[in-house]
């Protein structure tokens, strides 16, 4: 009897503790299942999706706003520009994308990458002195804190660039022909004072898009060929396939209204960097 009664609560005392350490490990399995949804649902909110943009989140409260551009067709270049912006022939982008709305900043340079260099101080002036390189180092550190977001970050085509910078326009700039008006919508060597602006100052073109005239040079991802229009894609065009120049759009502060249109074409070796050249970021999702 006595020997039946220990064996009863021996197994008694090894059910309670089965149960203990059944009711802790689902305890257990429940946080770290909580913790991992709060880190997956931190980690969406870093994106926030606004009328026809996206706010990405870096870090300290600095956001980097891009806006949708919509996939269409535009005539690229310009008869009355220089020899590599001929012939004018028409471009199709077949998808839409994401571009900065603004110049990268030197606040969002700096979170993102850690140090600044920059010849002209100013957190929210375009970062400069960076080369085509630089701006590859931090896209790809842009593209590893979104990994897991499903965007993709690059720099932009110059056709893409030249589409969203003409933003349904016909003529050399943004919002027209008016090279008198240049000054509404640029920092450029009439105005600047020699020096670069806090982005967003002057007034954006059609598509919400500020600073695509002046104020810093905007590298692009593609090879510069002085005879590329001529043989151009219809669809989708990237550039050469190989190069020693990259090309930048634009103009800068230091530029006259001629320099500053849309269809100017700039070229330099990757690695060279001066400051007046900057960037602007572009993404799909």
Known sequence: MQSSYFTL???LIIFLLFL????????????????????????????????????????????????????????????????????????????????????????????????????????QNPVDRVSWQHCQEFIAKLNETFADEGVTFFLPTEAQWEYAC??????????????????????????AEGKTHPVGEKKPNAWGLYDMHGNVLEWCADWYGEDYYKQSPATDPAGPAEGSHRILRGGSWSDGAF???????????????????????????
């Not at 249109?261 to 572009?282: E, I, K, Q």
């Open 9 to 11: 609560a021996g197994g």
């Open 20 to 123: 203990c350490l059944r009711l802790s490990g689902v305890s257990d399995g429940g946080e770290s299942t909580a913790s991992q949804t709060a880190d997956s649902d931190a980690k969406k909110t870093r994106i926030t999706e606004l009328d026809k943009s996206l706010s990405f989140d870096l870090g300290d409260g600095v956001k980097l706003e891009l806006v949708q551009i919509p996939a269409g067709s535009f005539m690229m270049g310009d008869e009355q520009g220089q020899g590599e912006e001929k012939p004018v022939h028409k471009v199709t982008l077949s998808r839409p994308f994401y571009l900065g709305r603004f110049e990268v900043t030197q606040q969002q340079w700096k979170t993102v990458m850690g140090r600044l260099w920059s010849h002209f101080p100013g957190e």
């Open 259 to 285: 320099y500053c249109r849309s269809t100017t074409r700039y070229c330099l070796p990757p690695w060279f960097c001066v400051y007046c050249y900057g960037f602007r970021v572009a993404c799909t999702r």
């Open 166 to 191: 003409r933003a349904g326009a016909s003529g050399p700039y943004g919002f027209g022909n008016d090279p008198t008006k240049l000054s509404e919508y640029a920092w450029f060597e009439a105005n």
